[in-house]
């Protein structure tokens, strides 16, 4: 009985071993973890990429940091807001878009009514090249503001590290993006514009390097037909969503998830794809950002072919989001 056993034992773990090294070790970059990123998530905790034969890793690696590391096969894929390295000549393009739609807006202190009273402000962002300074530096012309002139541009990091310093009163306005926005409106402070009304631009992406996807076109497939499924499920169920939200960004308001929830249903991008209008938007915006003046095509940033695929095969496969 003894020796039955044994066998069974050694079976089972030579199975489980084999079973292990057939999955491919997936890594993925992603600048922070938010709402935007949820679908990967979702498809790893619901074993979609087990399925698909993958051991699935998120990291975080913020903006350049993670390019880098994409473009050095340190990560199989990276995110990204805005295509500026591939507009610069980096081989990479963008296979899927979680955000069609700028998040997020500018707050101010209590004090400050509108844009006009922002004028010899402190204003806090991110970084000086960062998505959403860009963002603003775009905005402010259109309230008779230079970003680089008329204020005094204060570097502060994350959304929530902009939101403490507009609670610590280190700054007069900040660009806000969720949770933080929400959090700001609650407490009091005047939404002076979001940014979805004054500007057109994409947010959270897939990028993968055009080697990879010439040398590992069955591993993209896979990695897109999990992430479509977990796309999936975060649009049908809603209290999943929002727990998955919990869980993704540690958050332990379920209230203020739900809202985030909410919040981001208003720009994401509900297939993955956008319109070629708007990759052409895309793609100015990142030329005037990094001086670039040639002509670049939206066939050398955009390759949605493997999503739509993945998303074929999932419909064709008959499963269903529940």
Do not use: C
Not at 139 to 157: A, E, I, S, T, Y
Not at 217 to 236: I, N, S
Not at 292 to 315: G, K, M, N, Y
């Amino acid at each position: 009985m003894a020796r039955k056993s044994a066998l069974l034992f050694a079976a089972l773990f030579v199975s489980l071993t084999i079973s292990a090294q057939a999955q491919d070790r997936v890594r993925v970059a992603i600048s922070n973890f938010s709402a935007s990123f949820i679908s990967m998530h979702i498809a790893q905790k619901r074993g979609y990429y087990a399925e698909e034969g993958m051991l699935l890793e998120i990291i975080l690696m913020a903006g350049l940091t993670g390019t880098r590391a994409l473009i050095g096969n340190s990560v199989e894929f990276g995110s990204a807001s805005n295509p500026t390295a591939a507009v610069q000549g980096a081989k990479l393009k963008i296979l899927m878009v979680f955000n069609d739609k700028p998040p997020g807006g500018f707050m101010a202190q209590p004090s400050i009514k509108s844009m006009a009273e922002v004028r010899g402000k402190r204003v806090g962002g991110s970084t000086i090249g960062s998505l959403d300074y860009g963002w603003l530096k775009e905005v402010f012309p259109k309230f008779g503001l230079q970003l680089d002139k008329d204020v005094n541009f204060v570097p502060v990091g994350s959304t929530s590290a902009r939101y403490t310093a507009m609670l610590a009163g280190s700054v007069d306005a900040a660009s806000l993006g969720p949770p933080s926005i929400l959090l700001a409106q609650a407490a009091g402070y005047p939404l002076l514009f979001r940014f979805s009304d004054h500007l057109e631009d994409i947010q959270a992406s897939i990028v993968a390097t055009d080697e990879r996807l010439a040398r590992q076109g069955d591993l993209v497939r896979r990695f897109m037909r999990a992430t479509v499924k977990g796309a999936r499920v975060y649009l049908a169920n809603r209290q999943e969503g929002i727990t998955s939200i919990m869980e993704f960004t540690r958050q332990k308001d379920r209230d203020l998830m739900s809202r985030v929830y909410d919040d981001h249903m208003k720009t994401i991008a509900r297939d993955g794809t956008i319109s070629e209008r708007l990759q052409r938007i895309v793609i100015e915006r990142s030329k005037r950002f990094t001086g670039v003046t040639r002509d670049v095509t939206p066939e050398e940033i955009f390759d949605f072919s493997h999503l739509r695929r993945a998303q074929a095969e999932v419909t064709q496969s008959g499963w269903v989001a529940n």
